[in-house]
């Protein structure tokens, strides 16, 4: 049973373009949802997370949108780079009093052209 | 600041064989995680510690996974007897418990291959 659906699996932009990731969980007790990066050869590392209790998160150039009635949650790459280059995984988990697992989505492949 | 470590970084192995890997969280940190990547399944999470007590092993694929954690600066996944199918990189995770469920901090990798 696969709890976080990501898409798309992979895209390409160029240079100075916007990135759009997509994720959808199903488990409604869910109420923490990270977002990692993962360069060729390195384990994933924390990009930026977001609760429900906010619809939007901004760090730089990285943006997080939330939609809790809808169960969906996108990760907005703004004047994209080429050392943006990597896989992105959306993740969700509970953050109080639940497991401590993060449930992972597939991950998507970006390309950013120079 | 040292970040997570594991070895070895690559290992390749024959179809039986017994594999060891190894983690050495951040220091300070109380909650450790195994997890299992590849291309078809992604990112797997094997089994959790906290405070070195196993918490929930329920990802662990078959008896010939275990995994142990000594003490707070170690632990060890073990495969045995090891197949093919166990081929995908193997990461060690590590957080400080109160530092936001989502603060796992990776380390580089095991990458293991079975022949």
């Known amino acids: 049973q696969q709890q976080v659906k990501q898409s798309p699996q992979s895209l390409i932009v160029q240079k100075g373009g916007i990135s759009i990731i997509n994720c959808a969980y199903e488990?409604?007790?869910?109420?923490?949802f990270p977002w990692y990066q993962q360069f060729p050869g390195k384990g994933p590392a924390l990009l930026i997370a977001i609760r429900p209790d906010v619809s939007e998160k901004k760090e730089g150039r990285f943006t997080i949108s939330f939609n809790k009635s809808a169960k969906q949650f996108s990760l907005h790459i703004m004047d994209s780079q080429p050392g943006d280059s990597a896989t992105y995984f959306c993740a969700a988990s509970k953050a109080q009093g639940g497991s401590e697992k993060l449930v992972f989505g597939k991950g998507m492949k970006l390309t950013v052209n120079p | 600041d040292a970040g997570v470590i594991q070895s070895p970084r690559h290992e390749v192995t024959e179809m039986g064989q017994e594999v060891t890997l190894r983690c050495k969280p951040i220091s300070g940190h109380n909650s450790l995680f195994w997890y299992r990547q590849t291309m078809m399944r992604g990112l797997e999470l094997l089994i959790y510690?906290?405070?070195?007590?196993?918490?929930?092993d329920s990802g662990m694929p078959e008896d010939r996974f275990s995994a142990k954690m000594p003490n707070a600066s170690f632990s060890t996944l073990k495969i045995q007897p090891s197949e093919p199918r166990d081929s995908a990189v193997y990461f060690c995770a590590s957080r400080l418990s109160g530092a936001g469920v989502g603060t796992q901090y990776f380390g580089p990798g095991t990458r293991l291959t079975v022949l």
């Open positions: 488990n409604t007790a869910f109420d923490y």
């Open positions: 510690f906290n405070n070195n007590v196993p918490i929930d």
